[in-house]
Structure formats: structure tokens, C-alpha cells
């Protein structure tokens, strides 16, 4: 039976008993009974062994033979964003621009927006839209010309505008395109009402900033949603939610919720600073990455180097098979990444960045190594977010450093439908290599992207080991080669998570001494047909030992 790092015994608080426990611990991988006290898991074992502890002061929660796993760490999400969507026009439902259109102006009735008001909203997807294109702001202007409009596509790198929220922000013809960005134009060079990447903030900047309360608020919301899902970690990219973009926001939110002992799940802050003026003040402040507590932390610098495959803005070292001409957006030249990276990682910084292009990631890899060169740190966890577009050579790259992997087998839901449109067969054979990575011994984690995708752990494992979209498109799985076993699925969203923020000895698995988060499921994932993991459903969320969510409160 396992004892606390101090090796004495601690009273008591809650014993779980009768459960089937999957540890992520090799040395100890099964357990029928935990013990738990002050916020930490102090023993487990056998139901007789851990009951030899109760007191009569110990609370004693019968599992009923339920499995329980680590609480979920989700390695990459944007948590206030997700947290705003509860709260805006949800576009992901729509087959067809009408569609859209009519449930705009239905969400503006029913929720009673003054005009001049904004209508915000994101999930839209050309793909899925019959008409099979992007929105425009004529689209936009049928719902209103009253209250500006500004609605992001589903992967958060295209945002369409109406022709009043153009108007507020003083866009025309004659506005030039900003850097790393593009706006779309008509035959007749006006704007379409369509900004790509760094053209959104054009739009964001005349946005209003919600209040610090409204903010809390919003995380608070977020926070509870992902404690129903089992969901105890979040590493969340949150700095550029807000149009303000002031960093300064978020954090006092943060720190607000820790003080209040509101905040229900720990937070890993990954710190987007994508100019050397903001990422300076950052630093100017204090801020660096472990500075914070077990509830909110930061994390590392994340950038963003290029788009996404839908946008067809992901950058690419070869055009797109279904767009000859077009390469994708580099955000940065290597030039300017360098110098960001560098400037991080010499001031204590992990650094963590978006690329899903091999060129992006390329790119990565080049600024890591002048990092390295500058000032060289023994593992420095740098991290790569997405890695979708792989290449053979990329793939040695990973397991030669030592990168870690922050993969998405939840956007295969999405992506499987058109990669092979986007890049040609010869090429789609490398992408998305999850198996190949984890075989390869390079440290992988998982994420959901949320609110791009859903934020739902169970949605993510059923992803990762049938490589299917939700409704088991296609038979066998796409690329099945590349299938996570149950095993690799969860302990990659358990202690793969908890490496990528440097807490692999603080949380990730069931051992005496850690952290006593936990999530206890309906269905134990190892024994239920693949193809219903996802409908595996969260009974109880423990937190720091308290119990933060139930199903029978919920219900």
C-alpha cells in the first residue's frame, strides 16, 4: 500500500473504494482503492488494505466497480474563447448559408441585441455548408445592417464581417493588407468581408472588451463544462481572446478565481505574445513560465507561425493539390520567429508553437535550434502544437529532439474529409502520424483545440483509436495504421499532458504523493467496442480531492 512522500500517514479525508483504478503508474498500474487527504492521493490498493485507514471521520465513496482514470489534461484549448461561445451565436449547427442566416437573425430576436450592438459568433464551416464556400458580408448584411457582424469560421483563422462592421472599423478598398494576414477582395477590389489570420484583428480591434467580471464569469462557466468532462488541467492559449489583447486581463481573471476559490480546474497559461513590444512588457512584468501555483501557472510563449488546412492557409512547402499557386501564410519570417523565441527562451520561457504545415513546422524547428544555440538549456520542452502536415523528414526531426507533440486526433472528425483533396494522396500518407510519433518515443500529448473542436475527452479517445469521425466514417479508419491504443490515448491525455507543463511528478497518474484528481467513468474504455468510446460519460470529477462535478447533482 503506497504512503506520502513524507512516508508518514495522513488522516483520512475520503477513501474511493470498489473502484477499478488505471494508475498510469507501471510500477503499480491496477488499484481497487484510493486513499485521499489534504488534496493529495495519500495510499491506494486493495479495498482491505486502503479500508484499514478509515477513521470515523473519513468519508467513504463506494464506486461500484466504475473505472477511474487521472483528471484529463488538455494539453492545448483556448478556455475563455470556449468559455464566449456558450455565450455567442453557435454557427457549427448549420447546413446551408440560409440556414445561417435565419438562426442569425432569430439569435439577435430571441436575445434581444439593441442595434449597433455586435452579433458574435464562430463554428462556421465552408465545408459542411451546402453551398461549399466561405461567408461574405452580403451574407452577412441578410441577417442585419444594423448590428455589426463578425462570425469565425470553425478552425479560428477566417472570421467573416458585414458591411457595418467594416464600416466601424474604417475598412475599405484603399486599406492595405497588414502582415501575415490577407483580406479578401471582390472582381472590383473591394473587400469581400472575409480577414485571414492576422487580418481579423482589423475587425477585433473596434470589438468591445468585456468586463473583468464578465470575464470571470466566462472562465468560470468554461471551467465547470470541462469538471463535467472529467477535464482537471487545461494548458490554454487565452491572451488574444479578448479584442484588447491585454494580457494584463486575463491573468488578474485568473487570479481572481484562484483567490475566491472559484476556479474548478488548474490552468497552464500558454502566453500568446506575438510582438516583441508585448512579448517585453510580459517579461517586464515578472511573468515567467512555473511562475503561479498548482491552480494557475504560466506556461510557455506560444505563437502562432501559420494557419489552418481548411483556411488553406496552413503553410506548406509544396501548393495546395486543390489551390496550385497558394503555399499557405507564413505569420513570420524566419527572421522574425527567431528573434521571439530566442528573447523567450533566454528569459526563462518554455516556447510552444502552432504550425500545421511541414513548412511551418520547418520553420519551428529552425527557430528551436537558434534558441539552443543562444543559450543552451538541458530538456527545454519546447512543443509543437498541431503537426498535422507531416513529412518523413519532419517525423526524424521529432524523434531526434526530443520536441514535444501536442497532437489533435479530434480534428481527424473534420480533416480526414478533405486532406487528401487539399495535399494529394502521396502526400495525405504522412500526415497526421500519432502512432509513428508515440513509437518513435517522442513525448506526445493531447488536445482538443476547443472551441474548434469539441472539448469532450471521450470524443478526443475515440478519434485517436479508430481514426474515424463521430459517426465511424470510414470503415476500418483513415490511415488505420496510425490507431493509439486505448493505453497510449489515455496516458498521453494524463501524464503526456502533464510532461508538456513540466508536471509529470505533481499530476498524470494515480500515485501516492500526487495531486488527487481524478475522473470515474460509466464504462471502463478498455473492455466497451472501440467504436463506443465516445460515448463514455463522466459520473464524477474529483479536484484536489473535492468532489467538482457529479452526474446525479447535473441531473
Given at each position: 500500500m503506497g504512503e506520502n512522500r513524507e512516508g508518514k500517514m495522513s488522516v483520512m479525508e475520503r477513501i474511493l473504494m470498489n473502484g477499478h483504478f488505471v494508475t498510469m503508474d507501471p510500477q503499480r498500474p491496477k488499484a481497487e482503492a484510493v486513499a485521499l487527504s489534504k488534496g493529495k492521493i495519500v495510499a491506494l490498493g486493495s479495498r482491505e488494505e486502503v479500508m484499514t485507514l478509515k477513521t470515523r471521520d473519513t468519508e467513504v465513496v463506494d464506486l461500484r466497480g466504475k473505472t477511474v482514470v487521472p483528471g484529463f489534461n488538455d494539453s492545448h484549448l483556448h478556455l475563455l474563447s470556449f468559455g464566449m461561445s456558450l455565450e455567442r451565436f453557435e454557427c457549427s449547427t448549420f447546413r446551408s448559408i440560409d440556414q445561417l442566416v435565419e438562426g442569425g437573425r432569430l439569435h439577435l430576436e430571441n436575445h434581444q441585441i439593441p442595434a449597433g450592438q455586435w452579433l458574435l459568433g464562430r463554428g462556421w464551416n465552408s465545408l459542411t455548408l451546402e453551398e461549399g464556400r466561405d461567408l461574405t458580408r452580403h451574407d452577412l448584411d441578410r441577417i442585419s445592417t444594423r448590428h455589426p457582424i463578425f462570425l469565425t469560421r470553425i478552425c479560428g483563422h477566417i472570421a467573416a464581417a458585414n458591411t457595418k462592421a467594416l464600416e466601424m472599423a474604417g475598412i475599405n478598398r484603399e486599406t492595405p493588407r497588414p502582415a501575415g494576414g490577407h483580406i479578401d477582395l471582390d472582381q472590383e477590389g473591394n473587400p469581400l468581408g472575409l480577414f485571414r489570420e492576422n487580418a481579423r484583428s482589423l475587425i477585433q480591434a473596434v470589438i468591445p472588451v468585456p468586463s473583468p467580471d464578465q470575464i470571470k464569469a466566462m472562465l468560470l462557466r468554461a471551467g465547470k463544462v470541462c469538471a463535467g468532462y472529467g477535464i482537471t488541467s487545461v494548458q490554454s492559449d487565452d491572451f488574444e481572446a479578448l479584442s484588447g489583447k491585454d494580457f494584463h486581463q486575463v491573468i488578474q481573471a485568473y487570479q481572481a478565481l484562484v483567490t475566491e476559490g472559484n476556479l474548478p480546474i488548474r490552468v497552464y497559461e500558454q502566453c500568446l505574445l506575438p510582438d516583441m513590444d508585448q512579448l517585453n512588457a510580459f517579461l517586464e512584468a515578472g511573468w515567467r513560465t512555473g511562475v503561479g501555483d498548482e491552480y494557475f501557472k504560466i506556461g510557455p510563449l506560444k505563437l502562432l507561425t501559420d494557419g489552418s488546412l481548411g483556411a488553406r492557409t496552413a503553410l506548406l512547402s509544396e501548393p495546395y493539390a486543390d489551390d496550385p499557386g497558394n503555399c499557405g501564410i507564413a505569420v513570420f519570417s524566419q527572421e522574425e520567429l527567431d528573434r521571439l523565441v530566442v528573447r523567450a527562451h533566454q528569459a526563462g520561457m518554455q516556447v510552444a508553437l502552432h504550425a500545421i504545415g511541414d513548412a511551418a513546422m520547418t520553420m519551428c524547428f529552425k527557430s528551436f535550434e537558434a534558441a539552443q544555440q543562444h543559450h543552451y538549456k538541458k530538456n527545454p520542452r519546447f512543443g509543437i502544437i498541431h503537426l498535422q502536415i507531416t513529412t518523413e523528414a519532419l517525423l526524424k526531426r521529432f524523434a531526434k529532439t526530443g520536441v514535444i507533440a501536442y497532437a489533435e486526433p479530434v480534428c481527424l472528425g473534420n480533416d480526414l474529409h478533405m486532406v487528401e483533396q487539399r495535399l494529394g494522396k502521396e502526400r495525405a500518407e504522412k500526415t497526421y502520424q500519432y502512432r509513428r510519433l508515440v513509437d518513435d518515443g517522442v513525448p506526445v500529448c493531447l488536445s482538443s483545440d476547443s472551441p474548434v473542436d469539441s472539448i469532450n475527452p471521450m470524443i478526443s479517445l475515440h478519434a485517436a483509436v479508430t481514426r474515424q469521425d463521430e459517426q465511424g466514417f470510414p470503415a476500418g479508419g483513415?490511415?488505420?495504421?496510425?490507431?493509439?491504443?486505448?493505453?497510449?490515448?489515455?496516458?498521453?491525455?494524463?501524464?503526456?499532458?502533464?510532461?508538456?507543463?513540466?508536471?509529470?511528478?505533481?499530476?498524470?497518474?494515480?500515485?501516492?504523493?500526487?495531486?488527487?484528481?481524478?475522473?470515474?467513468?460509466?464504462?471502463?474504455?478498455?473492455r466497451v467496442p472501440a467504436e463506443e468510446l465516445q460515448h463514455i460519460t463522466v459520473e464524477m470529477t474529483f479536484m484536489n480531492g473535492k468532489m467538482v462535478y457529479s452526474c446525479q447533482q447535473d441531473s
Open positions: 483513415w490511415l488505420p495504421r496510425q490507431k493509439l491504443t486505448v493505453d497510449q490515448a489515455l496516458r498521453a491525455m494524463t501524464l503526456g499532458s502533464a510532461y508538456a507543463s513540466f508536471e509529470e511528478k505533481l499530476k498524470g497518474s494515480i500515485e501516492p504523493g500526487k495531486v488527487a484528481d481524478l475522473a470515474v467513468l460509466s464504462e471502463d474504455p478498455f
